[in-house]
């Protein structure tokens, strides 16, 4: 129903639909081209993912 608007009405409701643009290292080609400055600063964390089902 919003088509190419990014807000709209239904309801008493208003709802969004806006892009987002996020930027990402590529940590994919870095490896491949610099291994050894992915090793020295890549740093591994621990988290704990809540689901339902």
Do not use: C, N
Request: net charge positive.
């Amino acid at each position: 129903m919003l088509g190419d608007h990014e807000k709209g009405q239904i309801e008493g409701h208003t709802v969004g639909w806006k892009p987002v643009t996020t930027e990402r290292l590529d940590t994919t080609a870095l490896k491949a081209k610099e291994p050894e400055i992915v090793k020295k600063y890549t740093k591994a964390t621990t988290s704990r993912r809540f689901t339902v089902r």
